[in-house]
Structure formats: C-alpha cells, structure tokens
C-alpha cells in the first residue's frame, strides 16, 4: 500500500486505497499472523486495528473477513486443493496461502464482493506482497474458482 505524508512538516503517513482495500490488507496481515503464530484471531484482530486510525466500516469489514476465512478454512483449504493440486496447501507460501484464503471466502461465503473485484483485489495484494510470480497463480487459482461460481445454477 502507497503512502503519503499528511503534511510535509509531519512524520504520520496516510494511506492511499479504498477503505475495503486497506481492510484487505489488514485482514492479510492478521491471517498470516494467525496461520504462522497460532495467535488467537481476536486478539490479532484487536491489535491490528488497535495500531491504525479507521473508519468503523472499514473495522467490521475487516474482522467480517478474518472470522469468516477462520470459519470457513477448512471448505476454503479444500477448494485451494481442487484447484492448485500441484500445490499441498501446507507447501504453498504463506502470503499466497492467506490471499488465496481471503479472496475464495469473499468469492464462496461472502457474497458482496462482485468476483472480478475479488480476485482483482487479490492480485493487487499478490503483487504488493507477494513473489515475483505470485499474482500469476493467485490469479489462475481464483479463475478456476471463479468459473465453477458463475457455472453454478443461481437459487431463488
């Protein structure tokens, strides 16, 4: 995430992107936390939006992503197997492995984020944070994902 000085004379930073991007971010960072630490989600959550000034939407977008990946890794795990099974979960990075968490929750349980926004979103973390070739198979990852959601029949 880019940043830039809220006065010159200042030292503090503000940062540039939408509030759900920074959300994302901050989600980002609390996952691999959790995945690398084993710390407890809520107390990373709290932390982490403890240490940063934030809209209340931007706060509950972000702890509604971190629980609901929490929730749901398990199915979220075995979608990352059905489409990267080259890739044992445990083997792929963990950046990438928390991205890939974070996009296919928004993709398969979230439902507001329309799914090219979604693994949009993801590149950009890919690209941000990732490897050099990160973005190419978070994006190939969640194609395929993304293909099987919009091939689903829609229920009333």
Request: net charge positive; no cysteine; proline share 5%.
């Amino acid at each position: 995430m880019k940043e830039i000085p809220v006065n010159k004379s200042e030292k503090k930073f503000k940062p540039v992107g939408s509030s759900r991007h920074r959300a994302r971010i901050i989600a980002l960072q609390a996952l691999y936390e959790i995945d690398m630490s084993g710390h407890s989600t809520e107390t990373t959550v709290d932390r982490l939006l403890g240490e940063r000034e934030m809209a209340p939407e931007t706060s509950i977008f972000t702890r509604e992503l971190v629980t609901g990946v929490m929730e749901n890794r398990g199915n979220i795990d075995d979608m990352i197997k059905r489409f990267a099974p080259a890739w044992p979960v445990s083997q792929i990075s963990p950046v990438d492995r928390n991205i890939l968490r974070l996009a296919i929750f928004e993709l398969l349980h979230h439902n507001i984020t329309p799914v090219k926004v979604a693994i949009n979103e993801a590149v950009e973390l890919a690209k941000t944070f990732g490897s050099e070739s990160s973005h190419k198979f978070i994006n190939g990852v969640l194609s395929s994902v993304s293909t099987l959601i919009l091939n689903q029949p829609k229920t009333a």
